[in-house]
């Protein structure tokens, strides 16, 4: 059983391949912009060219662009290769890196993720020490983000703003962006077979008065 991870909702794209549950392939890139160039190549580099069973990819929040890429790309994919294709949240998969990869959130333990929004906003949301969501996502303005409820443990690019922020100065604050390698750490109840986009806030264009 192979599985093909897409993530390209932030300024990082990234893929990774795994066989059942052990990571075979990945490819993970800072890119800002171009993610339309670069997803495919990506892709086509893994081994088998990423031929996979099942896909997972990410639903957002995050860039409007970047999520779009990745659901039609992921879509196409899954015709082709008549593949199952599932998507998660993107702040589910920063809370899953955060605590694989920093150590910082042990089991049981709930953190809080806070990634770069638009128009000066970030989304922000907790999650329980099992990765399932505790609250739902909010686009917040900086000082909104500090008033809410903000736990010991804080992950993302906006991770280190938002801890200076807080008063109380005790929180701890992993800097990292979506890696398609924690893939299969998110939880089962996070995935869904609905690929609606999740953009997080109102689009910036605005269809023009009759």
Known sequence: MRTLAIETATEACSVALFEDDALIDAHHEVLGRGHAERLVPMIAGLQ?????????????????????????VARALGIAWSAEVRGYPTLALVAAFARAEAGMANPGKPLTVCMNGGHGQWFVQNFNGDGTPRSEASSLQPAEAAASDILADIAGNRAADLAALLSDGTAAAF????????????????????????????????????
Not at 51 to 62: F, M, Q, T
Not at 200 to 208: F, H, N, S, V
């Open 48 to 72: 088998d060219q990423g031929h996979a069973d099942a896909i997972r990819v990410s639903l957002g929040p995050g860039s409007f662009t970047g999520v779009r890429i990745g659901l039609a």
């Open 175 to 210: 800097d990292c962006l979506p890696d398609a390698r924690q893939a299969l750490a998110l939880p089962e109840s996070v995935l869904t077979t609905d690929l609606s986009p999740k953009y997080g806030r109102a689009p910036d264009a605005k269809a023009p008065a009759r």
